[in-house]
């Protein structure tokens, strides 16, 4: 079955410390994936998706299918930062797709 | 553009009641989809809809029902009401026509059943 599991609800680190928010995931084929962000008072929004290969507010995520990961990295957190993190796929595409996601990990970055 | 917008923000409802929850999606989108997301979780996918039809479906009871309109605005209905499904309820929209796979949710309607 298609499952995203984020191992750590809560990850603390100082400003300036590198961070990494893991992501596993289970599907069968090749697996679209992304990382929203909800930071204080806001929706759900969109980070970044595996399939652009981009950085988003110095955040970056590499597909490992070896190792079916998807990690979303930053070199320097910053207190902005400070944010829930949900990883997430997407399962089909033609006929509609649905959105599987992790439980979220609660990102605190300490000044 | 207000983006996806959702209403009631907030609903108390007691056991057995049936509740309705709205959605209209961000301008120029036209497939909606629905979120459970219980407390400390993250969203679970209910359905999603698209041209007034419901092409994929979750794990979750015939107690949960859908509509689209002509619109694209969309409503989320659930009948005999469980203590169970207390939540926050999220919308997400997203175009068939442009980046299928981005989607904007809305703030979310909060459902507290007693």
């Known amino acids: 079955a298609q499952r995203v599991t984020q191992p750590e609800k809560l990850l603390s680190v100082f400003k300036g410390a590198p961070v990494e928010l893991k992501c596993n995931y289970s599907y069968s084929g090749s697996p679209e994936l992304f990382w929203y962000v909800q930071y204080s008072r806001q929706r759900l929004q969109l980070l970044l998706r595996h399939i652009s290969r981009e950085s988003i507010k110095g955040f970056t995520a590499d597909l490992n299918k070896g190792e079916t990961s998807f990690h979303l990295k930053k070199p320097f957190a910053q207190e902005e930062d400070s944010a829930m993190y949900y990883c997430a796929l997407n399962d089909g595409y033609t006929g509609g797709f649905k959105t599987i996601f992790g439980a979220g990990t609660r990102l605190f970055v300490k000044a | 553009d207000a983006g996806v917008t959702q209403s009631p923000t907030h609903l108390i409802k007691t056991r057995g009641q049936q509740v309705t929850l709205r959605c209209s999606p961000k301008s120029g989108h036209d497939t909606v989809s629905w979120y459970q997301q219980a407390l400390g979780q993250g969203p679970q996918f209910i359905f999603q809809?698209?041209?007034?039809?419901?092409?994929q479906r979750g794990n979750f009871p015939d107690r949960f029902s859908g509509h689209q309109f002509p619109n694209y605005s969309s409503e989320l209905n659930v009948n005999a009401l469980l203590l169970g499904d207390s939540a926050l309820y999220l919308c997400?929209?997203?175009?068939?026509?442009?980046?299928?796979?981005?989607?904007?949710f809305g703030p979310g309607t909060r459902l507290t059943v007693l």
């Open positions: 809809y698209y041209e007034e039809e419901e092409r």
């Open positions: 997400a929209s997203s175009s068939e026509q442009g980046a299928v796979d981005e989607q904007f």
